[in-house]
């Protein structure tokens, strides 16, 4: 079946403008999580859905950060005033449910963004 | 702060090897254990998981899990030039952050013709 999707693959802004990145997940996951992976990092944890809900924002680095979730599938990841520092791979995954310990989490293909 | 550690390497085996990775976390709490690869430029892909203690195979791939040490071990057998990845160790929280999975920073495994 049709995993985890992303758009845009890249994305390439200038210092200051909005972004918007997009993740479609698996059919029928009603979990989804973002996540960073910069140059040299690990991933890092930044928002989790359960639904249309968000039960946990704790990694959003800053408050031009936000997410939504909308018909508990489609999310899209909005960074306002980007800076350079937010130059990344952004990682959307999904899994069947949240909370709990067998729920596997599957990665989409990412988007990279670069700010210049 | 949880935190899950893994040697950056990297690590070089021969092709036909057994190639070791390993990685220790700090949630006594934790249950559930991941095993992700990432080829360079391309997302994370899950390739293992394990709930209990002692071994779980699959293919070429054993994971290994001690609770009590809070180490997990992935073992990959007959090493393939394509198994040349960054491996990464994903830890599940416990307790209220039992969705949240916290990642090693990755071992690069290099397999040598």
């Known amino acids: 079946g049709a995993g985890v999707s992303q758009s845009p693959s890249n994305k390439v802004t200038e210092k200051g403008k909005d972004v918007e990145l997009r993740c479609d997940p698996i059919?029928?996951?009603?979990?989804l999580y973002w996540y960073r992976q910069s140059l040299g990092q690990g991933l890092e944890f930044l928002i989790y859905?359960?639904?249309?809900?968000?039960?946990?924002k704790s990694g959003l680095p800053s408050d031009r950060f936000s997410a939504e979730r909308t018909g508990g599938s489609v999310s899209t990841l909005t960074i306002q005033r980007t800076q350079q520092e937010d130059s990344a791979v952004y990682l959307c995954?999904?899994?069947?449910?949240?909370?709990?310990?067998?729920?596997?989490?599957?990665f989409g293909p990412g988007t990279r963004l670069t700010v210049t | 702060q949880k935190e899950v550690e893994q040697n950056s390497g990297p690590l070089s085996v021969p092709e036909g090897a057994i190639a070791s990775l390993n990685c220790t976390y700090s949630d006594r709490g934790s249950q559930s254990f991941f095993w992700y690869r990432q080829y360079s430029g391309k997302s994370p892909e899950l390739i293992m998981s394990?709930?209990?203690?002692g071994d779980k195979e699959d293919g070429r791939f054993t994971a290994q899990l001690n609770k009590a040490s809070q180490y997990v071990s992935l073992l990959i057998r007959d090493s393939q030039p394509s198994d040349s990845a960054t491996y990464l160790c994903a830890v599940k929280g416990s307790g209220g952050s039992n969705y949240k999975l916290t990642f090693g920073k990755g071992t690069l495994l290099t397999v040598n013709p």
């Open positions: 859905f359960q639904g249309n809900s968000a039960p946990d």
């Open positions: 995954a999904s899994s069947l449910e949240g909370s709990g310990r067998t729920y596997e989490q599957y």
């Open positions: 059919s029928g996951h009603t979990a």
């Open positions: 394990i709930y209990s203690n």
